[in-house]
């Protein structure tokens, strides 16, 4: 499993970020405060608190590509 922070600016970044995550068959979850959601929802993801860091877990050791994909969402 690996573990880090992205953010998600706007409704167009929650789409984009919706689509890269569906194209791969393994779990990521999201997590915001107390909540977890799928990151394949989007309307999971508008349940969050967009304005800060979200916590990304994905369910997989090989997943180099999809790190690549999502690499604009991801912060420090």
Same mark, same amino acid.
Do not use: W
């Given at each position: 499993?690996? #573990?880090? !922070? ?5 409704? !167009?970044? *929650?789409?984009?970020? @919706?689509?890269?995550? !569906? /194209?791969? +068959?393994?779990? @990521?979850?999201?997590?915001?405060? /107390?909540?977890?959601? +799928? #990151?394949?929802?989007?309307?999971? =993801? &508008? ?6 860091? =979200?916590? *990304?877990?994905?369910?997989? +050791?090989?997943?180099?590509? &999809?790190?690549?994909? =999502?690499?604009?969402? =991801?912060?420090?």
């Amino acid at each position: 499993m690996k #573990a880090f !922070n992205i953010m998600l600016h706007s409704i !167009n970044d *929650v789409k984009n970020f @919706v689509n890269v995550v !569906n /194209r791969y +068959d393994f779990d @990521v979850d999201l997590t915001s405060g /107390r909540y977890v959601v +799928d #990151a394949k929802s989007i309307m999971g =993801i &508008f349940s969050l608190d967009l304005s800060k860091p =979200i916590k *990304v877990e994905v369910h997989d +050791d090989d997943c180099e590509s &999809f790190l690549e994909n =999502i690499k604009p969402f =991801i912060v420090e």
